[in-house]
Each structure stands twice: as C-alpha cells, then as structure tokens.
C-alpha cells in the first residue's frame, strides 16, 4: 500500500477506534497531534485487525 494509500484509508479511522485498539492506543497517544503518523507505523502489525474491522 503506498503512503499516499495509506494515508487515504487512515483518515477513516476514528479517535474513538484509536483509542478502543490496544495495538494503536500508544502510538496514538505518542503521535496525537499527527494522526496519521502512527498508523503507518503500526500498520503492519495490524493489518488484520484493520481489514476485519474496516471490510
């Protein structure tokens, strides 16, 4: 997925599933004035939730 992609797709999520995502919840309390930011890094680890979630 490219970061332009990836950035696309982030936008979908929201604070309230951020913040509900055990894998996401550091990252986004690290990074929480880029929201996208920490999606990218930890979207490898959680592609699988995102798909289940997200599709």
């Not at 490219?2 to 696309?8: G, H």
């Not at 999606?39 to 490898?44: E, N, P, S, T, V």
């Amino acid at each position: 997925m490219s970061p332009r992609t990836l950035e696309n797709f982030s936008t979908k999520i929201t604070y309230k599933w951020l913040r509900e995502d055990s894998f996401f919840l550091p990252r986004y309390r690290l990074q929480k004035n880029k929201p996208g930011i920490e999606i990218q890094a930890q979207f490898f680890i959680t592609s699988k939730i995102l798909k289940s979630k997200m599709f």
